[in-house]
């Protein structure tokens, strides 16, 4: 989709060409080999459906396993991506184009309707290759009645343009300027209104949903004493991070192949990720006794940050996971640093109070990282968020036990929903009494000059079409 929201399809000349001539040729019974980037997109979809399958981790493992060229694996990865971001529009569409609501029609058909869909929509695709090959997958697995259904309902799709579907059946942007803009931009709507709540007004709603339609560039980072930005920015042929003086933007390429990040000296992090655990180490605490503390360290990017910087500094840093599996996986980021990983809840740590820095990453509803989790917008419900408030609170509250008189606390989500962010800090300044909300704007920016451009402060609330980071909230509490 281009920036203004508008479809490809003009960009392929008229809708459905070639699509009619072409169905007979397209139902032959004779075998053919599947597209591997095709293949490898659907059985990613088709694992995210069955499965909850996560497709940024399953995807990367699929284009190793099955040495995918360049070309292709670029292609599989716009498509899977691009197919899970866009599943409720492509399920709207996709319904009026059948006749039929999206729960009558069976689940492996409907992954290849909306595969076919998204090529025809928001691909330079041309329509006979995006139906042909979509027909193929089905033929494979399933034969020629369901394969003919699938040909009839993607002939219907073909015969228009994206813009010219999003003028049928999203609501009118006369009567429904919200619930426009999301269908337009691939959103639930219940996440457009949040974004409105956190965003003080609708002036700036379709930049923030235009932004999280819009694949994201890789952003990496480069761990403090082991490599800099700049060496890594010249090994990966990537470019120094504007933010954050760990991060290197890495436009295309699979991370996973840099030796830098095989060997532990960088990894994979949101820019967004880098400042909040800057922002931790950065705030004031007085005289620091190197007791560091992550409250919530899966999966263990931020715990790394931390433990790089505390080893410079020589520090410690405890790092608690509640689950065993990811503790595991947390000990093998962190090695060598000093770090230990304790396997508890954070609400019930078991630890001794007297933490001079503790960073509380709280698990959220993750609307902030939606351009980098496709697939999340659609599975995420209005009713997951009371009790991951109630969770969120209470390890705030606990945190707050465990730090030191004049320690800092760092309250931070991966989401902009006033709920989980303000909402939450809010609530505990009112229970307890001796906390103090420190202005978050310089710990993050780094100096005060630049924190002008953080908003009005406390808190402060990153956004991808403003800084280009996921949509990371940071509040810094103080004990008195």
């Not at 002939?155 to 343009?161: G, I, M």
């Given at each position: 989709?281009?920036?203004?929201?508008?479809?490809r399809?003009?960009?392929r000349?008229s809708?459905g060409?070639g699509v009619?001539?072409?169905?007979s040729?397209?139902?032959?019974t004779r075998?053919k080999?599947?597209?591997?980037?095709?293949?490898?997109?659907?059985?990613v979809?088709r694992?995210?459906?069955r499965?909850?399958a996560?497709?940024n981790?399953l995807?990367?493992?699929?284009l190793?396993?099955r040495?995918?060229?360049r070309?292709?694996?670029?292609r599989?990865?716009?498509?899977?991506?691009?197919?899970?971001?866009?599943t409720?529009?492509r399920?709207t569409?996709?319904?009026?184009?059948?006749?039929?609501?999206?729960s009558e029609?069976?689940?492996?058909?409907?992954d290849?309707?909306r595969?076919?869909?998204?090529q025809l929509?928001?691909?330079?695709i041309?329509?006979?290759?995006?139906?042909s090959?979509s027909?193929d997958?089905?033929?494979?697995?399933?034969?020629?009645g369901?394969?003919?259904f699938?040909?009839?309902?993607l002939?219907?799709?073909?015969?228009?343009?994206e813009?010219l579907?999003?003028?049928?059946?999203?609501?009118?942007?006369?009567?429904d300027m919200v619930g426009h803009?999301?269908?337009?931009?691939a959103h639930?709507?219940w996440?457009a209104?949040?974004f409105?709540?956190?965003l003080g007004?609708?002036?700036?709603?379709?930049?923030?949903l235009?932004a999280?339609d819009e694949?994201?560039?890789?952003?990496?980072v480069a761990?403090?004493?082991?490599?800099?930005?700049?060496?890594?920015?010249?090994?990966?042929g990537?470019?120094?991070?504007r933010?954050?003086?760990?991060?290197?933007?890495l436009p295309?390429g699979?991370p996973g192949?840099?030796d830098?990040v095989?060997?532990?000296f960088?990894?994979v992090q949101?820019e967004g990720s880098?400042?909040?655990?800057?922002?931790?180490?950065?705030s004031d605490v007085?005289?620091?006794?190197?007791r560091?503390?992550d409250?919530?360290?899966g999966?263990?990017?931020?715990?790394?940050l931390?433990g790089?910087?505390?080893?410079?500094?020589?520090?410690?840093?405890?790092?608690?996971e509640?689950s065993?599996?990811r503790a595991?996986?947390?000990e093998?980021i962190?090695?060598?640093l000093p770090?230990t990983?304790?396997v508890?809840d954070?609400?019930?740590s078991?630890l001794e109070p007297?933490y001079?820095?503790?960073?509380?990453?709280?698990?959220?509803?993750?609307?902030?990282?939606?351009?980098?989790?496709?697939?999340?917008?659609?599975?995420?419900?209005p009713?997951?968020?009371?009790q991951?408030v109630?969770?969120?609170?209470q390890?705030?509250?606990?945190a707050l036990r465990l730090?030191?008189p004049?320690g800092?606390v760092l309250?931070?989500?991966?989401s902009?929903?006033p709920a989980e962010?303000?909402g939450?800090?809010d609530a505990?300044?009112?229970?307890?009494d001796?906390?103090?909300?420190?202005d978050?704007?310089p710990l993050v920016a780094g100096d005060?000059?630049?924190a002008?451009s953080l908003?009005?402060?406390?808190h402060?609330q990153?956004?991808?079409h403003r800084q280009?980071?996921?949509a990371m909230f940071?509040?810094?509490?103080?004990?008195?």
């Open positions: 989709m281009t920036q203004d929201g508008r479809g399809g003009p960009q000349g809708p060409r009619a001539a072409s169905s040729r397209d139902l032959k075998d080999p599947t597209d591997p980037a095709r293949t490898v997109a659907l059985d979809l694992a995210v459906r499965d909850d996560y497709a981790l995807l990367p493992r699929l190793r396993e040495s995918l060229d070309r292709d694996k670029a599989a990865t716009e498509l899977t991506y691009g197919t899970a971001r866009t409720g529009v399920d569409i996709i319904a009026y184009a059948a006749g039929r609501s999206i029609i069976d689940g492996d058909l409907l290849v309707l595969l076919g869909s998204y929509l928001r691909t330079r041309g329509s006979h290759a995006a139906v090959t027909v997958l089905v033929r494979a697995s399933h034969g020629m369901q394969a003919g699938v040909n009839a309902v002939r219907k799709v073909s015969q228009r343009d813009q579907w999003i003028d049928t059946v999203a609501p009118s942007m006369a009567d803009l999301a269908f337009t931009y639930p709507r996440i209104e949040v409105v709540k956190s007004s609708i002036g700036e709603l379709q930049a923030a235009a999280d694949r994201p560039i890789v952003h990496l761990r403090p004493g082991q490599i800099t930005a700049e060496e890594l920015a010249l090994v990966s990537g470019e120094e991070g933010l954050s003086p760990y991060c290197v933007y295309e699979d192949s840099l830098a095989r060997d532990g960088a990894g949101d880098q400042l909040v655990a800057l922002a931790l180490v950065r007085g005289e620091d006794g190197g560091w503390l409250l919530c360290a999966p263990g990017g931020k715990a790394a931390l790089s910087l505390a080893d410079l500094d020589g520090a410690h840093l405890d790092a608690v509640v065993e599996h595991r996986l947390i093998n962190v090695d060598g770090v990983v304790r508890a954070g609400r019930d078991g007297g001079d820095r503790i960073l509380v990453d709280a698990p959220c509803s993750g609307l902030g990282s939606l351009r980098r989790r496709p697939e999340a917008r659609w599975r995420r419900q009713e997951d968020v009371p991951l109630e969770l969120q609170t390890l705030l509250t606990e730090v030191r004049g800092v309250y931070s989500t991966c902009p929903h962010t303000t939450v800090v505990v300044l009112d229970t307890l001796g906390v103090e909300q420190v978050a704007r005060m000059a630049e002008e908003g009005a402060g406390p402060v990153l956004w991808p280009d980071t996921d940071v509040a810094a509490l103080r004990k008195a």
